[in-house]
């Protein structure tokens, strides 16, 4: 029997068992974060059970598909063996610790000014603006001698935000460099 925890503020929920997913045993957890790439580096997320009590399941594999903002966190956790064991847990609340991912998105908005590096720490410009798209934000960037580039604000460029530094770590821009 896995041990119970006490709910109280040392859990943020993250979404809902919605699905199970083929016949070994994996679900599908509908998730409600800005940013839900950060639950892969997750090992064990709790689960609502009886009388509102918490218990922890680890993860196995896990994987994330995503259709626009909607966003769908599949696991295979331990002690789930079959699609009917998997069944079972179809409705309860997910909780990650408090404090292991981030609820709120990162505003692009307030990164003028940020340097812009890559991801050898290498200099390459710096941040003029955030340019709101109906895809995703663009990063205007002025590049040192070289005139600007924009950056598409997703994390095939982006690869990391540094607040403390105030650094954007982006990669294979090389591209984007020659138009």
Known sequence: MKPQLKPDNAFDAIGTVAKVHGLKGEVG?????????????????YMAGDF?????WRIQSSRLSSQGDRHMFFVILEMVADRNAAAALVGREVYAPAGQID???????????YTVLDTDG????DVIETVENPA?????????????VLIPFV???VDEIDDDEQTVTVVDIDELMEL
Do not use: C, N, W
């Open 52 to 56: 509102g009590m918490v218990q922890p």
């Open 103 to 113: 609820l709120f998105e990162e505003d692009p908005d307030d990164l003028s000014g």
């Open 155 to 157: 994390d095939a460029y």
């Open 29 to 45: 957890i509908r998730v409600e974060l800005p940013m839900p790439k950060q639950l892969l580096g997750l090992d064990t997320v």
């Open 136 to 148: 995703h934000p663009i990063l205007r960037v002025h590049i040192r001698g070289k005139g600007e």
């Open 122 to 125: 290498k200099t390459i410009g």
